[in-house]
């Protein structure tokens, strides 16, 4: 275990649909991260929080829109998705942003199917 | 725009070997370089984290070296187990601040007993 939680581990979706995953750290953290795992493609960063406040947005589609209320919680609310989004969905936590020995710990990871 | 490459694609072992897997990026300046494990349908584990002013980490059976100006890292693996299948992942950061975080699309280990 890394401290690190995802939910649901599971989900399947339709375009149409409205959904939120949801990551929580335990590890006193102030920086969190959204990643995305295709089968074909090498893992790419979404969107980083520190502090609560958004710090980066790698050119997503705003039919994903994260959210963050606090250091340990994160969501990834989602809606008129596309099949093409199907994915495993990676959250991460580090201490913050700005330290020299940032490492990341992840969680396990939402798998993601949109029919 | 950082590019990572990792050779080889897939790699498989006896057990007891030592191997060497390698990672390529195009844009030196970084800021640090971090190797990962991930197992099937899993997230990532954190193995080493090398900063730019560095040239090796060491934990355990595994060593990593980072050479920056040819754009090179290299993970040694001693005595390789078959709890050590999986599929390692590189990253480098650009920056201190900026997450600019960029992963090569990693090496898929198998070690058979």
């Known amino acids: 275990e890394t401290g690190v939680t995802q939910t649901p581990r599971h989900l399947v979706m339709g375009m149409t649909n409205k959904k939120s995953l949801k990551c929580e750290q335990h590890?006193?953290?102030?920086?969190m991260y959204w990643y995305k795992q295709s089968a074909k493609k090498p893992l790419e960063l979404m969107f980083v929080y520190n502090f609560k406040e958004q710090t980066e947005n790698n050119s997503v589609p705003s039919r994903f829109s994260p959210e963050c209320p606090n250091s340990s919680h994160l969501f990834l609310h989602l809606h008129t998705l596309q099949p093409e989004d199907s994915a495993l969905y990676l959250c991460a936590s580090s201490q913050q942003l700005g330290q020299g020995t940032d490492t990341q710990y992840f969680g396990p990871g939402t798998r993601l199917t949109v029919l | 725009k950082q590019e990572v490459t990792q050779i080889p694609a897939a790699l498989s072992v006896p057990e007891g070997e030592n191997l060497v897997l390698n990672c390529s990026f195009t844009d030196s300046a970084i800021y640090n370089l971090q190797w990962f494990r991930q197992d099937p349908g899993k997230g990532l584990t954190s193995l080493l984290l090398i900063q730019s002013s560095q040239r090796e980490q060491t934990s355990g059976r595994l060593n990593a070296s980072l050479d920056k100006s040819s754009g090179r890292s290299t993970l040694y693996i001693a005595a390789s187990q078959p709890g050590d299948s999986a599929t390692y992942l590189c990253?480098?950061?650009?920056?201190?601040?900026?997450?600019?975080?960029?992963f090569g699309p990693g090496t898929r280990l198998s070690v058979l007993p």
């Open positions: 590890l006193g953290h102030n920086a």
């Open positions: 990253a480098v950061r650009r920056g201190n601040y900026g997450q600019n975080f960029v």
